[in-house]
């Protein structure tokens, strides 16, 4: 065979054989295609948790309707005899009632002073407006007053099964295959998470949104992988770039979904039934030849492969590509799987460990104060469907300008400033006042784009920090840092009983406090790639810049769809492109 038929086999030559072919189209799109309800997963809780205009049951055996009929007054006039004022004497108490009907209050120029008048709280329930909510696991459960923590005690435990499933389902996919956990995590899903639609308490959701989780882990875990291992490293940009719409999309689709349902159960169902028709078409999938070849598999790999080419119409490459053949091209990949490197490796050597200890700060920063912006979309004053719109559509102008300021400004800097700006916005609006509700918006906006933009550099920065021997170790150890910021940022919010301002002030607090952190760590920038632990210690790089550039090109998908699974989801997962690049017969077929 001559060279170049064997280099196009595993790593180059793709002009000549077409590297991204029918089945590469089709394989990105039904693997991209689940992206569409994965942000409704993560962000789930904004909608099926909302808190309506809630107050409690007036303490009367009568109806209000008869009573308004009675009094000749309207609703919100005859509440007042029933439901104190709240502090700021804006609105009702949503936690107290008076032990008895005040009825001279409906009177306007009454002179008692109410502060003395004798209170209880809500003994019989609670009312909630269903105006904007028909019905929600708040006011299914009363998750309001002394029990409002659990509401966000769902997000943190869902949260906790997307971390979970992130350290059961990677174990999983390496001993039993990407294609196998995938198809699994899709009917895990499906099952639990339409079950969870019928669930008969509080503590059933709970169980059923941890389990969901876990599928959610594995679905973008392996889905990411399976899509990257099969396609040529030249296009992985381009299809990177194009598979993160997905998710932002899903953001803006879910918006739409829970403006036209309104209750929880119907939205949780709609949510997570299409999983049954991603688990039907899932079975198409070809297995990853790469991880077959691994685990002593590659008369699999080579029929796969055989397949693949059949169905891109190559049947020169079925008669030239051979066992061996494939094995003499992945000599490396196979050597290298021996070697082990553990996540103490990432802290033996004096800079290793000084990158490791600084982007656990960055890493649990960014998807701490992302996650304190887009679960709490009530606050603002505007529409929560209208919120959650925008926050969607600002994540499209944040990646391109996490590119621009990668490009000219250097890793660094762009680190660096994201956090920084995004503190500052998130203190600023601490003092903008409540009615100044387009200001409160635009800045929460900005917000978001900025830690979005910080996501998409910590990405692909950790990338070129950690050296290729440990680089896919110190992906899932920082990210795993990332889930546990998204873990903890719900439960946060649960401060603003103690002080409104204080959970704005801890994720500000957070992103300052990481930006100094990211102040220590190298510059990348236009520096090849280290190989080793020592070319890290010894500053210098292992890679010619014929293989800089072409890691280069692989690190740029990174920065197209980092953000997305920063939504405690593609962290670390495509850097096995990395590994993996120098391929396996696939950027030919």
């Known amino acids: 065979m001559q060279t170049c038929d064997r280099a196009f086999l595993l790593s180059g030559c793709h002009g000549e054989v077409g590297g991204f072919g029918r089945y590469q189209w089709i394989h990105v799109t039904l693997i991209s295609l689940p992206g569409l309800l994965m942000a409704s997963q993560n962000l789930l809780n904004n909608f099926v948790s909302g808190i309506p205009v809630h107050h409690c049951k007036p303490a009367t055996n009568q109806s209000l309707q008869d009573l ?75 998750l309001v007053c002394s029990l409002r923590p659990l509401k966000q005690m769902i997000q943190t435990i869902y949260m906790g099964g997307v971390l979970t499933g992130a350290i059961v389902y990677g174990g999983l996919s390496d001993r039993f295959g990407r294609k196998s956990v995938l198809i699994w ?197 505007v529409s929560i469907y209208l919120m959650q719109i925008i926050f969607g559509a600002v994540d499209i102008p944040a990646k391109f300008l996490a590119l621009g300021m990668l490009t000219y400004l250097g890793r660094r800097v762009s680190q660096v400033s994201c956090l920084f700006l995004s503190a500052v916005i998130i203190f600023a609006n601490i003092f903008v006042p409540t009615d100044m509700q387009s200001l409160r918006t635009t800045l929460a906006c900005l917000g978001k784009a900025f830690t979005s933009a910080s996501f998409t550099t910590v990405y692909l920065y950790t990338g070129e920090l950690y050296p290729t021997v440990i680089r896919q170790t110190g992906m899932g150890f920082v990210s795993t840092m990332a889930r546990i910021g998204s873990m903890a940022a719900p439960a946060v919010l649960i401060l603003d009983e103690v002080l409104p301002a204080l959970p704005s002030m801890v994720y500000g607090g957070a992103a300052v406090l990481a930006s100094g952190f990211a102040c220590f760590l190298p510059e990348t920038l236009n520096k090849p790639l280290p190989d080793t632990i020592e070319d890290v210690e010894q500053n210098r790089s292992g890679r010619s810049s014929c293989s800089q550039r072409k890691e280069g090109v692989a690190l740029k998908e990174g920065v197209a769809s980092s953000e997305d699974w920063g939504m405690a989801l593609n962290e670390g997962v495509a850097l096995k492109g990395m590994n993996d690049k120098e391929g396996s017969g696939l950027n030919a077929l």
């Open 68 to 142: 308004r009929l009675t009094y000749q007054v309207d609703e919100q006039q005859l509440l007042k005899v029933f439901i104190p004022q709240d502090s700021s004497g804006n609105r009702l108490d949503r936690c107290r009632r008076y032990v008895e009907p005040q009825w001279h209050l409906l009177h306007l120029n009454s002179s008692l002073n109410v502060s003395e008048l004798q209170t209880e709280g809500c003994v019989d329930g609670w009312s909630f407006d269903q105006s904007e909510f028909t019905a929600t696991t708040v006011s299914e459960w009363d």
């Open 185 to 381: 995590s899709y009917l895990q899903l499906a099952v639990l998470g339409c079950s969870s639609a019928l669930s008969p308490s509080y503590t059933a959701y709970c169980i059923f949104r941890f389990l969901s989780g876990m599928a959610v882990s594995g679905i973008i875990l392996n889905g990411v992988s399976l899509k990257v291992e099969w396609i040529p490293t030249k296009t992985r940009t381009l299809v990177g770039t194009l598979s993160s719409f997905f998710f932002t999309f899903g953001q803006m689709i879910l918006a739409g979904l829970a403006y036209w349902l309104r209750d929880w159960r119907k939205l949780q169902l709609v949510v997570c039934a299409p999983q049954f028709l991603f688990f039907a078409y899932s079975w198409w999938y070809a297995e990853s030849a790469r991880w077959l070849v691994l685990n002593r598999r590659s008369e699999e790999a080579l029929k796969g492969l055989h397949r693949v080419a059949q169905i891109n119409r190559k049947p020169d490459i079925i008669s030239n590509l051979t066992l061996e053949v494939l094995h003499s091209h992945m000599s490396k990949e196979i050597e290298s799987s021996h070697s082990s490197f553990t996540a103490f490796d990432l802290l033996k050597t004096r800079r290793i460990r000084r990158i490791s200890i600084c982007l656990i700060a960055v890493w649990f920063s960014t998807s701490f104060a992302y996650y304190g912006l887009a679960m709490d979309l009530q606050k603002f004053g």
